[in-house]
């Protein structure tokens, strides 16, 4: 069965929060429904659909370069920037490491740029700068990163084109 990328519907938040929920359990890093909506701007957020079932998604809004969203509450407001910044990239586990989170990844940089973006951020968290690393996104040691994301956590960040090269 064939996997589609296709933009997130009302319908799909609560299969989205049970897999934010099923891969971040245990950590700082569950936020909850309300919080993550609040981190998806439309015509920017995808999911992996899988027959009907989403077993995968991808979570970004504009935000100010070198900031990132706080994992304590809700954004309080719509933010203009040049900057996308990718808050949350999740595929289930039993699909993991098939390229599935690269498409996501590729898609959302394609809309990036249409829509104009300069520069993408995200914080990889959990080990996971190497996979970022090969996305074309690279640290950025000066940015200030509020403690929920836990140790190790990076704030990296690309040029777009740099990103659709790296893809």
């Keep these: 069965m064939a996997h589609h990328i296709r933009g997130i519907t009302e319908a799909d938040w609560p299969q989205v929060v ?3 929920w099923e891969a971040y359990a245990g950590t700082s890093l569950t936020e909850g429904e309300a919080a993550l909506r609040s981190r998806a701007s439309a015509g920017i957020c ?3 659909d899988l027959g009907g079932r989403i077993v995968g998604y991808v979570l970004a809004l504009p935000y100010p370069r070198f900031g990132c969203p706080d994992l304590t509450r809700p954004e309080p407001a719509v933010h203009r920037s040049a900057n996308l910044h990718l808050h949350d990239l999740v595929v289930t586990a039993p699909l993991r490491r098939r390229g ?3 498409r996501l990844v590729r898609h959302l940089t394609d809309v990036a740029v249409t829509r104009g973006f300069e520069t993408m951020s995200l914080i990889a968290v959990a080990g996971k700068e190497s996979f970022w690393r090969a996305g074309g996104y690279l640290p950025d040691q000066g940015a200030p990163l ?3 994301y836990g140790a190790g956590a990076v704030y990296m960040s690309t040029r777009l084109a ?3 090269k790296a893809s």
Excluded: I, Q
């Design 18 to 20: 049970a897999l934010e």
């Design 46 to 48: 995808f999911v992996l």
């Design 100 to 102: 599935l989170g690269t």
């Design 146 to 148: 509020p403690a929920g």
């Design 162 to 164: 740099a990103a659709r």
